[in-house]
Antibody, heavy 124, light 109 residues
Framework: QVQLVQSGAEVKKPGSSVKVSCKAS????????FSWVRQAPGQGLEWMGR????????TYAQNFQGRVTITADESTSTAYMELSSLRSEDTAVYFC?????????????????WGQGTLVTVSS | DIVMTQSPATLSVSPGERATLSCRAS??????LAWYQQKPGQAPRLLIY???TRATGIPARFSGSGSGTEFTLTISSLQSEDFALYYC???????????FGPGTKVDIK
C-alpha cells in the first residue's frame, strides 16, 4: 500500500520561501510521478506542477512558473515543493499526490494516492 | 485554457436517493476526466478516471459517463458517507496540464 507522508505545518513571512516534503513508502519511488495541488481555505483545488521521479523532469502550471520548484530525492523516496516570494494569497493546504501508473501505453494524469496535506500560513 | 464548470453548486439529496452531478468543459477534453470526493479536513479521494473507469476500491454505486464537453457523476443510492464535496478534473497527458472544477457539495436533504 502506497503511503505519502508530508512535513508539518509552516508559518512564513511575506516574501520568504517554504519547502514542503512528501515521503513515499510502499512502492517503487522511481516509478512514480508526483504532483502538487494546493487548496486555499474554503476554496477549490489548484494544480501547481509535477515531477517524473525517474527522470527528474518537471512541468509547472503557468500560474506558478518562476516561483515553484519541484524536486525528488530517490535516496530518501521524498518529493519536495518549494514556493518562493510568498504572499498572503499563498496561504493554503498543500498536497502531494501520486499519478496513476500507466497501464501499458495508457496514461492518466489522475491522482490515486495523496499526502495528508501541509498547511502553509503566510502572515506578517 | 480549458475552463471546467460544475453544477449544481450544492445538491441536497435524501439518503438512498440518486444523485447526479454535472461537469462541463469549455472545449472538448475527449475522455480525459476524473472525479474526486473530498471530506472536510481530508485529502481528495479518486473515484473515477478516463471519464468512466472506477478507481480501485470504489463502490459500484459510483459511476461516471460522458465525453467531449459534458460529463456526469452518478451516485445511485446515497449512503451517509457520501455526503461530501465532489470535484471534476480535466487532464492533458502531454504536455501535462490539470484543471479542477469548482466543486459540487452534496448535502443531506
Amino acid at each position: 500500500q502506497v503511503q505519502l507522508v508530508q512535513s508539518g505545518a509552516e508559518v512564513k513571512k511575506p516574501g520568504s520561501s517554504v519547502k514542503v516534503s512528501c515521503k513515499a513508502s510502499g512502492g517503487t519511488f522511481r516509478s512514480y510521478t508526483f504532483s502538487w495541488v494546493r487548496q486555499a481555505p474554503g476554496q477549490g483545488l489548484e494544480w501547481m506542477g509535477r515531477i517524473i521521479a525517474v527522470f527528474g523532469t518537471t512541468t509547472y502550471a503557468q500560474n506558478f512558473q518562476g516561483r515553484v520548484t519541484i524536486t525528488a530525492d530517490e535516496s530518501t523516496s521524498t518529493a519536495y515543493m518549494e514556493l518562493s516570494s510568498l504572499r498572503s494569497e499563498d496561504t493554503a493546504v498543500y498536497f502531494c499526490a501520486r499519478e496513476l501508473p500507466c497501464s501499458g501505453t495508457d496514461c492518466y494524469t489522475a491522482f490515486d494516492y495523496w499526502g495528508q496535506g501541509t498547511l502553509v500560513t503566510v502572515s506578517s | 485554457d480549458i475552463v471546467m464548470t460544475q453544477s449544481p453548486a450544492t445538491l441536497s439529496v435524501s439518503p438512498g436517493e440518486r444523485a447526479t452531478l454535472s461537469c462541463r468543459a469549455s472545449q472538448s477534453v475527449s475522455k480525459n476526466l476524473a472525479w474526486y470526493q473530498q471530506k472536510p479536513g481530508q485529502a481528495p479521494r479518486l473515484l473515477i478516471y478516463d471519464a468512466s473507469t472506477r478507481a480501485t476500491g470504489i463502490p459500484a454505486r459510483f459511476s461516471g459517463s460522458g465525453s467531449g464537453t459534458e460529463f456526469t457523476l452518478t451516485i445511485s443510492s446515497l449512503q451517509s458517507e457520501d455526503f461530501a464535496l465532489y470535484y471534476c478534473q480535466h487532464y492533458f497527458n502531454w504536455p501535462p496540464r490539470v484543471t479542477f472544477g469548482p466543486g459540487t457539495k452534496v448535502d443531506i436533504k
